[in-house]
C-alpha cells in the first residue's frame, strides 16, 4: 500500500485549483472558481470542508437544518492524468516509493470528488481509468506493483504515454534528461492539457552529496561500479551543477507555461500536498 487510509481519508477534503475549462460531459463535484449571477443554477449539494462558505444556501438550511451548496452547469468533471516517470534513474528506492506515492495522492484527491483519473507510464499505456471514490483503494494497489525499468530516456519516450484533452497533466519525474530533451518534450504536452504541471522530485543526497574520500559508487541506471575520491571542491562543483540544470529547467517551463514544483522526498508526502502544493495554489 502506497498511502495509509488515514491520508487517504486527509486527501477527500482536498481540491484542484485549475484555471483551465473542464473538460468532460459528466457531472462532478469540483467547485468551480467563478462565482456570481451569471452562472447557470443546476441543482444542490452536500457542503463538505473546503467549500467555499459563501455558496451555502441558507434558505435551504433553515428548511432541512443541512449544509448545502449551490452547484451550476459550468461544474462538468474534471479530467486529471498524470504520467510518471520509469527510467532507470529513478531506481532509488526511497525516490521510487515517493513517486508512486505522489500518483496514489493526486489519484485520490480526484477520484474523492467523482471526477475522472488516469495515468501512464511509458511501455503500458494507460493502466488505470476511473470515476469515483470506490476506486481509490485499487488504484493504491496497483500503483504499488509499478516498477522502474524503462531502458529508455522520459523526455524521448514520454509523448507516447500522453492521453488527449485532460483538463490537468501532471508529469512526475526526477528531472534529470538534459534540457535539450526537455524542450523537445514540451513540444508535445500541450495537446495533451492546457493546465500542465512539473513534479520534480530528488533527494537531500543528490543535491548535496555528503560522502567524502575514496568511496565506490553503483551507477543506477548501468549497476556499473566505479571507484572514486570525493573532495570538498568536488562536492561543491556538483552541487552547483546540478542546481543550475534545475534554474534552467524552472526558466523553461515559465516558458513554455507550465508549472513547475521541485520536491524532495525528505518532506514527505503529507507536505507535499496539504503545504507545497497548497502555498502554490495548485489544490485547495
Known amino acids: 500500500m502506497m498511502l ?7 486527501l477527500q477534503h482536498v481540491r484542484f485549483v485549475t484555471p483551465s475549462k473542464k473538460r468532460g460531459q459528466h457531472k462532478g463535484s469540483h467547485v468551480s472558481l467563478q462565482y456570481g449571477s451569471s452562472l447557470d443554477f443546476s441543482d444542490f449539494r452536500t457542503y463538505t470542508p473546503g467549500d467555499d462558505v459563501r ?5 435551504v438550511y433553515g428548511r432541512t437544518q ?4 449551490k452547484r451550476f452547469l459550468d461544474e462538468q468533471e474534471l479530467r486529471i492524468h498524470v504520467v510518471l516517470d520509469t527510467s532507470l534513474s529513478m531506481r532509488d528506492e526511497a525516490k521510487w516509493l515517493f513517486a508512486r506515492q505522489l500518483v496514489v495522492a493526486l489519484g485520490c484527491i480526484t477520484l474523492s470528488h467523482d471526477d475522472h483519473f488516469s495515468y ?3 511501455g503500458q499505456g494507460i493502466p488505470f481509468r476511473a470515476k469515483g ?7 493504491n ?18 509523448h507516447k504515454a500522453l492521453p488527449k484533452d485532460r483538463t490537468v497533466l501532471f508529469i512526475i519525474t526526477d528531472g534529470l534528461e538534459a534540457i535539450s530533451q526537455w524542450e523537445q518534450f514540451f513540444q508535445h ?38 571507484q572514486v575520491s570525493l573532495t570538498d571542491e568536488q562536492a561543491r562543483s556538483y552541487t552547483a551543477r546540478y542546481n543550475a540544470h534545475r534554474e534552467q529547467l524552472s526558466e523553461l517551463c515559465r516558458r513554455h507555461q507550465i508549472g513547475s514544483l521541485f520536491l524532495t522526498v525528505e518532506q514527505g508526502i503529507t507536505q507535499a500536498i496539504f503545504q507545497t502544493m497548497r502555498q502554490a495554489r495548485w489544490v485547495m
Open 189 to 226: 504536452v500541450h495537446r495533451s492539457a492546457k493546465d500542465i504541471r512539473l513534479l520534480v522530485i530528488g533527494t537531500d543526497d543528490e543535491q548535496q552529496p555528503k560522502l567524502r574520500g575514496d568511496v565506490a559508487l553503483r551507477d543506477i541506471e548501468t549497476n556499473e561500479h566505479v
Open 4 to 10: 495509509t487510509q488515514d491520508i487517504i481519508a486527509r
Open 120 to 122: 501512464s507510464y511509458v
Open 141 to 158: 494497489e496497483q500503483v504499488a506493483q509499478v516498477v522502474a525499468q524503462s531502458n529508455e530516456p522520459f523526455t524521448t519516450t514520454a
Open 133 to 139: 471514490s470506490r476506486f481509490r483503494h485499487r488504484l
Open 66 to 69: 443541512k449544509h448545502y451548496i
Open 55 to 59: 455558496q451555502i444556501d441558507w434558505h
